[in-house]
């Protein structure tokens, strides 16, 4: 039997797509409503800044970009292909390397915080 890489992509979608339902609604409307002005209290910019340079704070913002990016790269990977685009391993190839670069891009960030 040929070994497969299938286990990780789909454990890093699941994750994501678990992850995205949970956390991208609570995210839209904290930041919709700080972008009208009816932030929650305590949420500035001072706060956020601490969030993001405690260490815990740069593990569940990294976990967050780098699953919701790998989850985005299989849901297109998987459109594309239902949509008629049958070069099923270069799409692979450009997006989960675009989901890895990405991923890379957020960490580094996040560390320079």
Known sequence: MARSNKPI???????????????AP??????LAAALGHAPSGFGFDRAHALAAHWFGKLALGTV???????????????????????DKAAAVVLYLGAAIGSALAVFALARI
Do not use: E, K, P, Y
């Open 65 to 87: 970009v780098v699953l919701f990016l790998w989850h985005a790269a299989h849901r297109l990977r998987i459109t594309l292909h239902d949509v008629g685009l049958r070069q």
């Open 26 to 31: 609570v995210l839209a409307g904290v930041f």
């Open 9 to 23: 992509v789909w454990s890093l979608f699941a994750a994501g797509g678990t992850l995205a339902a949970f956390a």
